[in-house]
C-alpha cells in the first residue's frame, strides 16, 4: 500500500496521479533517470557485481540490484532470478520484474524489464501489461524503461505504464533519426522541419546537415526529448479530458503494431472494464472500427441484454437513430412521437443505432446514448451490421413480443430483415420510402390502428417503466421494482424525481443515471451489491481509501454506491472502482451527497 503515490484522474488503465518524494510528480511521467536530480535511483545489475547495496534515501524511489533477463528467458529462470535481493532495506523500492513474470512482491514501483525489446510485439507489450497490473497494488507505479517514443507513448498510458525515460529519444538521435508523434523521419531526407522547438525553430534541414556528426546527434536527442515531454503533456490533458481513448484510436494509426495493441486490449474487456468509469463528461466519439470494441460501447449493451427488463406490454416500435441526443428532442423522433399519437402508451420504443446497438426508449438518456458522435454517410460495413444485428438478435431472443413494427429504411431495415429472418419472426414495415416522410408516418399510425386486443398502461406507467429500467441498468436487475414500489413520479421530464412519503431519487439528465436519496438507498438494502463498508467513524462530506474496509467489486468511476458504517448510513458517488477503495492508501474513495447516523446496520 503506497503511501507516496495518489491517483487523482483515471481513464481506464491510463491515470494521472501525484507521486511525493523529494518534490512533487505529476504522472504519467517523463524521467531522466541518469541525471543527478531524478526521483528514481537505479542501484545497477547484479550481474555486474557482487554484494550491492541499495543507497538509503528516503526521498526517491530506488531501484534496488537486479538481475535483467532477456525477454525469451525461460520460466523457470525467470523465477530462479526474480527478486534475490528482496531482503535489501531502502524506504521506497523499485523491483525490475521480466514480461513474463507470474508472481510479484509488494513494491512501490514496477520496473519492466527488457521493455525495448516489446517493441513491435503488440502481444507480449499487452500480455505484460495487464499481467503486472492486475496483480500488483492499484496504487503500484509502472516504469517502461528505454521504450517511449513521441508515437508510442499514448498507448503505453492507455495501457497503465506510469513513468517512462528519454532514453529511446536520445538513442534514435545519435542515430541520425528525428522523431514525432506521428513517426520517425531522417533529416537528410527532410525539406523542411515540422516543429518550432528551439532546436528547429530557424533551422532546416539542409543547414541542420552541416553539422558535425556530435553537435547533429546532440541537438536531435534534445528535440526528440522536447517532443516527448510535449506529447506526455498531451497525454495528460487528454486522460483529464476522458478522451485518450480517440487520441489512441487516431495516434496508432502510425505503427501497425499499435493499431495491433489496441485491438488485443480491447479483446481483453475484465482489464479495461473494471477501470472504466460509468460516464464522461466529455462526448464519446466514435470515428474508427475500433470504436464498436470500446468498453463504454460493449457495456451498455450488455446490460442492457443482462440487465434492463421491458414494459409489461406485447407491442415493440423500431426506430432509426437521430444525429441529435437524446433522440426523443430530434426532428425526426418529434414526428415519430407525433405519428404515434394516443398509442405511444401502448406500445415500447426501441432505437437502432450504431455503434451503441440497441437503445430502449427508457435509457435514451443514459451514458453513452445520448453521448456519442459518429460519422453519418448511410453506408454500414459488415463489422457495424453484425454488431448491431447482434445486439438485436440478442434482445429479441430473450424478449418475446406479440407485435413488431419496424419503422425503418435501408440498412436499417436490412438489419432487421435478417434478425427477422434468423429468429422466424413476422415484423410489419411501415416505412417504404423515408422514415419521415408523410407515407410513412401514415403508414406507421395505420399499423398501431390495426392492432388489436394490445396491452396498454397508463401514463404514470411509462414514467415509473423509465425509472424502473434506469435502476435495473444501475444496479443490477430486480433494483428498480424495489424502488418504485408504491412510489409515484413528479416533475416533468427529464427532469423525473422519485417520491413516496419522502423523495427516493432523482433522474440526472446529463447521464441519464439516478442519484439516490437516504430514503431511496434504504429501499435498496435487499438488493446486493454497490455497497462499500466503513469502520465505526462519522465520515462528512467524502471517505477517503484508507477508510474503506470492503467494497463490491463491482462499483466503477462515478457509480451510486451506498455507504455502510457500524452507525452510519450514506448515498453517493464513488470516484473509485471498488477493489482500488480496498488497495490504495490515498485518495477519495467515495464523495458522499446524502448521510446520517444510525442505531444499527442498515
Known amino acids: 500500500m503506497s503511501k507516496i503515490f495518489q491517483i487523482i484522474h483515471r481513464d481506464a488503465a491510463a491515470r494521472i496521479g501525484k507521486l511525493t518524494l523529494d518534490r512533487e510528480i505529476l504522472t504519467p511521467a517523463v524521467i531522466k533517470i541518469h541525471e543527478r536530480d531524478s526521483p528514481i535511483i537505479d542501484s545497477g545489475s547484479l550481474w555486474k557485481r557482487t554484494g550491492s547495496d541499495a543507497p538509503a534515501m528516503n526521498n526517491k524511489i530506488i531501484i534496488l540490484p537486479h538481475r535483467s533477463l532477456p525477454l525469451h528467458a525461460g520460466e523457470d529462470i525467470i523465477k530462479e532470478f526474480q527478486h534475490d535481493d528482496e531482503a535489501r532495506p531502502t524506504s521506497h523500492k523499485g523491483l525490475v520484474v521480466h514480461p513474463f513474470a507470474r508472481g510479484f512482491q509488494a513494491?512501490?514501483?514496477?520496473?519492466?524489464?527488457?521493455?525495448?525489446?516489446?517493441?513491435?510485439?503488440?502481444?507480449?507489450?499487452?500480455?505484460?501489461?495487464?499481467?503486472?497490473?492486475?496483480?500488483?497494488?492499484?496504487?503500484?507505479?509502472?516504469?517502461?524503461?528505454?521504450?517511449?517514443?513521441?508515437?508510442?507513448?499514448?498507448?503505453?498510458?492507455?495501457?497503465?505504464?506510469?513513468?517512462?525515460?528519454?532514453?529511446?529519444?536520445?538513442?534514435?538521435?545519435?542515430?541520425?533519426?528525428?522523431?514525432?508523434?506521428?513517426?520517425?523521419?531522417?533529416?537528410?531526407?527532410?525539406?523542411?522541419?515540422?516543429?518550432?522547438?528551439?532546436?528547429?525553430?530557424?533551422?532546416?534541414?539542409?543547414?541542420?546537415?552541416?553539422?558535425?556528426?556530435?553537435?547533429?546527434?546532440?541537438?536531435?536527442?534534445?528535440?526528440?526529448?522536447?517532443?516527448?515531454?510535449?506529447?506526455?503533456?498531451?497525454?495528460?490533458?487528454?486522460?483529464?479530458?476522458?478522451?485518450?481513448?480517440?487520441?489512441?484510436?487516431?495516434?496508432?494509426?502510425?505503427?501497425?503494431?499499435?493499431?495491433?495493441?489496441?485491438?488485443?486490449?480491447?479483446?481483453?474487456?475484465?482489464?479495461?472494464?473494471k477501470r472504466t468509469p460509468i460516464f464522461r463528461q466529455s462526448v464519446l466519439f466514435a470515428n474508427t472500427s475500433e470504436s464498436l470494441n470500446r468498453v463504454e460501447i460493449k457495456r451498455f449493451a450488455k446490460r442492457v441484454i443482462e440487465r434492463y427488463t421491458p414494459p409489461d406490454l406485447d407491442t415493440l416500435?423500431?426506430?432509426?437513430?437521430?444525429?441529435?441526443?437524446?433522440?426523443?428532442?430530434?426532428?425526426?423522433?418529434?414526428?415519430?412521437?407525433?405519428?404515434?399519437?394516443?398509442?405511444?402508451?401502448?406500445?415500447?420504443?426501441?432505437?437502432?443505432?450504431?455503434?451503441?446497438?440497441?437503445?430502449?426508449?427508457?435509457?435514451?438518456?443514459?451514458?453513452?446514448?445520448?453521448?456519442?458522435?459518429?460519422?453519418?454517410?448511410?453506408?454500414?460495413?459488415?463489422?457495424?451490421?453484425?454488431?448491431?444485428?447482434?445486439?438485436?438478435?440478442?434482445?429479441?431472443?430473450?424478449?418475446?413480443?406479440?407485435?413488431?413494427?419496424?419503422?425503418?429504411?435501408?440498412?436499417?431495415?436490412?438489419?432487421?430483415?435478417?434478425?427477422?429472418?434468423?429468429?422466424?419472426l413476422e415484423f410489419v414495415y411501415t416505412a417504404d420510402e423515408g422514415v419521415t416522410a408523410r407515407s410513412s408516418l401514415d403508414r406507421l399510425k395505420e399499423a398501431l390502428a390495426g392492432l388489436e386486443n394490445i396491452k396498454k398502461r397508463p401514463s404514470e406507467g411509462a414514467r415509473l417503466d423509465l425509472i424502473r429500467a434506469t435502476a435495473d441498468y444501475q444496479f443490477g436487475e430486480g433494483a428498480g421494482a424495489l424502488l418504485i414500489k408504491n412510489a409515484a413520479v413528479r416533475a416533468p421530464f427529464p427532469k423525473f424525481q422519485l417520491f413516496a412519503e419522502k423523495q427516493l431519487a432523482t433522474l440526472i439528465p446529463q447521464y441519464g443515471t439516478l442519484a439516490l436519496t437516504i430514503e431511496g438507498g434504504q429501499r435498496l438494502g435487499i438488493h446486493e451489491g454497490y455497497r462499500v463498508k466503513i469502520g465505526d467513524f462519522t465520515p462528512h462530506s467524502s471517505i477517503l481509501a484508507p477508510g474503506v474496509e470492503d467494497a463490491d467489486p463491482g462499483i466503477r468511476p462515478n457509480d451510486e454506491v451506498m455507504v455502510e458504517g457500524e452507525r452510519f448510513f450514506g448515498v453517493g458517488r464513488a470516484l473509485m472502482s471498488g477493489w482500488e477503495m480496498k488497495e490504495c492508501a490515498k485518495g477519495v474513495a467515495v464523495e458522499l451527497r446524502h448521510s446520517k447516523q444510525t442505531e444499527i446496520n442498515i
Open 317 to 424: 416500435v423500431l426506430f432509426p437513430c437521430s444525429a441529435k441526443k437524446p433522440y426523443s428532442i430530434s426532428l425526426s423522433h418529434q414526428k415519430f412521437i407525433n405519428a404515434l399519437g394516443k398509442y405511444r402508451r401502448y406500445v415500447h420504443e426501441m432505437i437502432i443505432t450504431s455503434p451503441v446497438g440497441i437503445v430502449p426508449r427508457e435509457l435514451e438518456l443514459m451514458y453513452p446514448a445520448a453521448h456519442y458522435d459518429t460519422p453519418v454517410t448511410g453506408i454500414w460495413d459488415k463489422e457495424e451490421r453484425a454488431w448491431v444485428g447482434g445486439c438485436l438478435y440478442s434482445y429479441l431472443l430473450k424478449n418475446k413480443y406479440r407485435n413488431i413494427i419496424a419503422h425503418v429504411h435501408g440498412a436499417y431495415r436490412e438489419i432487421c430483415e435478417c434478425v427477422e429472418q434468423d429468429l422466424g
Open 107 to 273: 513494491s512501490d514501483l514496477y520496473v519492466l524489464g527488457a521493455a525495448k525489446q516489446l517493441e513491435n510485439r503488440a502481444r507480449e507489450l499487452v500480455d505484460s501489461m495487464i499481467r503486472i497490473r492486475e496483480n500488483t497494488r492499484a496504487d503500484s507505479l509502472l516504469y517502461a524503461p528505454a521504450l517511449a517514443t513521441p508515437e508510442n507513448l499514448s498507448m503505453l498510458a492507455y495501457l497503465g505504464v506510469d513513468i517512462v525515460d528519454v532514453t529511446m529519444p536520445v538513442i534514435k538521435g545519435y542515430q541520425d533519426i528525428y522523431l514525432m508523434n506521428s513517426g520517425e523521419f531522417s533529416p537528410d531526407h527532410m525539406h523542411e522541419f515540422p516543429c518550432n522547438c528551439t532546436v528547429c525553430h530557424g533551422n532546416n534541414p539542409a543547414k541542420f546537415m552541416e553539422l558535425s556528426k556530435k553537435e547533429r546527434a546532440e541537438a536531435l536527442a534534445h528535440h526528440n526529448s522536447l517532443k516527448l515531454e510535449e506529447e506526455m503533456i498531451l497525454v495528460r490533458e487528454h486522460i483529464r479530458k476522458g478522451r485518450l481513448r480517440e487520441y489512441v484510436e487516431r495516434q496508432c494509426r502510425v505503427r501497425p503494431w499499435l493499431t495491433a495493441a489496441l485491438r488485443l486490449v480491447d479483446a481483453e474487456q475484465n482489464f479495461l472494464e
